[in-house]
């Protein structure tokens, strides 16, 4: 199996590397298919940016969407058109958004090259959606902040999921609590195949 790695000559740490790894060999489908045509790092990149499941979108410095992908369309409800332009801050929930500017300023700033955080965004029917975000600072040849990369995984599923097993566990150990009948859980103990006692 022949691997290609390319790493554009990017030394400093600081910066963010994009590797593309690629292989040619076989795999669990049989034969790797020749390539038609050019195929660059740059056509790997986009098709990852489209059809990743996650939410990805590129914010300018002052917090406004350059571009999003179709997941994070998706998790938010807009079309890219709709979103570019729009700032972070004006489709996260009202009482996120104080915590959320704070970590981007942070990061603008060179704090931080990147952070985590659970938020709420504002989906453009007007629900709440809870979102993880990893957020990273993404620089220029001589390390300048270019802009900011936003990966957003919906948890609204999650959520909901956790919230209906809690509410039914709730409901569950309350029948329990206020039974009129009461209820033992017992062992018995045999001894040469006949019940002597139990626990």
């Known amino acids: 199996m022949t691997k290609r790695r390319t790493n554009q000559n990017r030394p400093d740490p600081k910066r963010n590397p994009i590797e593309i790894e690629a292989a040619a060999g076989s795999g669990p489908a049989g034969p790797a298919p020749e390539r038609e045509g050019p195929f660059d790092g740059k056509d790997w990149l986009r098709l990852l940016y489209e059809n990743a499941r996650i939410g990805i979108a590129i914010v300018r410095l002052d917090g406004t969407f350059l571009s999003a992908n179709p997941a994070a369309c998706r998790i938010l409800g807009y079309r890219e058109e709709q979103i ?4 972070f ?4 929930h009202p009482d996120d958004v104080e915590i959320s500017l704070a ?3 942070k990061l603008v700033a060179g704090e931080c090259e990147s952070y985590d955080l659970i938020k709420r965004y504002l989906h ?5 959606v809870d979102a993880l975000i990893t957020v990273s600072l993404v620089r220029d040849d001589a390390g300048r ?5 936003a990966q957003v995984e919906d ?5 909901r999921i956790t919230k209906e097993l809690r509410e039914t566990e709730i409901h569950y150990r309350s029948l329990f609590e206020n ?5 033992a859980y017992c062992r018995v103990i045999y001894e040469e195949g006949r019940p ?3 626990v």
Do not use: C, E, W
């Open 179 to 183: 039974m009129l009948n009461g209820l």
């Open 103 to 105: 970590h981007f300023r």
């Open 196 to 198: 002597v006692d139990f």
């Open 145 to 149: 902040p270019r802009y900011v990369l």
């Open 124 to 128: 453009k029917d007007g629900r709440d």
């Open 89 to 92: 801050a004006s489709i996260t």
């Open 84 to 87: 570019a332009g729009k700032t």
């Open 155 to 159: 948890l609204s599923r999650q959520r």
